[in-house]
């Protein structure tokens, strides 16, 4: 069994539901912890992935499959593990976090300022 890291960009959208299907019906195990992003575990290799993948992509999608150790860490992700958080609402409303830097009370959020500033610099 092979874990993989699986990030989609979409050019429409309608396609996310049916990469999300796909990916479901070839794991076992599955993690979708941001948007675009699933981790899962399947004995399928990364070719066979990507070509169940394609049949719902267009030149303008992005796709990277990735075969991952099982070591990982995440800040800010939505915890969904078996199931798919249907609206980055529903992980804003579960992270203190979240709703602080994406508040929408007229005013632009001074978090999120500071989370895109530029000359932040990480310890």
Sequence with gaps: MRRYLVCCEFHREKRAAKAADTLRRLATEWEHPMTGVWFIRTEATADEIRAALMQDLTFR????????????????????FGEKVSQI??????SQILKAIFS????TSRHLKAATARNLKSA
Excluded: I, M, W, Y
């Design 89 to 94: 609402a529903d992980a804003r409303s579960k």
């Design 61 to 80: 999608d992005r796709l990277l499959v990735c075969e991952t150790g099982e070591e990982a860490v995440a800040f800010n992700t939505s915890d969904a």
């Design 104 to 107: 929408r009370n007229g005013q």
